[in-house]
């Protein structure tokens, strides 16, 4: 199975860091911010074990730049995209406030489920809080809070458990389009 996930947010809100962390790539770029010219594909296999059956996933993570200058790229980001990971840092309430533009183009412009959207707050220090809150249209989203260097583990499982999620609405989605076609109800 393969699925397209692209990942969107401000500009150094930790997209690419997040992309190269869940896809063991390595950064070499000592730690110094360079920004995503319009979009970064990411491609790994991941092996997860869903409904009893160890399943191997081709993933693609479309680390799209956050800069509103590449907005004209976007509908290739999110085209054929099985899900949405929002990304941002939660120190900035700036960051906050521009999740609804990214909100806006990639999840009411492109059709994709909120089901199939999560939202990682980056953080680059220990346990940062913000005071801000995210806006309504994010409250029925995951909330993942990561900081790769505390616990990566942690934002791993998430990535893995988010990503057994998508592969089992896909499923039920394929299921119930063939039952259509031959007729038969699907499911209570």
């Known amino acids: 199975m393969k699925l397209k996930i692209a990942l969107i947010g401000p500009p150094n809100g930790g ?10 790539a390595t950064d070499n770029s ?42 004209k790229c976007w509908p290739a980001c999110y085209k054929d995209a099985n899900g949405v990971i929002f990304v941002y840092d939660p120190v900035s309430e ?28 980056y953080s680059r220090q220990p346990t940062s809080k913000s005071s801000a809150q995210l806006g309504n249209q994010f409250s029925r989203m995951t909330k993942i809070t990561a900081n790769i ?6 934002l791993r499982t998430h990535f893995n458990n988010y990503i057994s999620g998508i592969i089992n609405r896909v499923h039920d ?13 699907f499911g209570p």
């Open 94 to 121: 700036v960051q906050i406030s521009e999740l609804d533009y990214y909100y806006d183009h990639f999840v009411l412009q492109s059709g994709i489920q909120q089901s199939n959207c999560i939202v990682v707050s």
């Open 173 to 185: 989605t394929t299921e119930r389009e063939e039952l259509k076609i031959i007729n038969i109800p």
């Open 30 to 71: 000592g730690n110094e911010y360079r920004a995503t010219q319009g979009v970064r594909i990411v491609e790994f296999e991941s092996y997860l074990n869903i409904n009893n059956r160890s399943l191997k996933v081709d993933i693609e993570l479309w680390d799209c730049g956050g800069n509103k200058k590449f907005e």
């Open 149 to 154: 260097e505390e616990d990566g583990n942690k």
């Open 15 to 24: 997209k690419t860091t997040i992309a190269n962390f869940l896809s063991d």
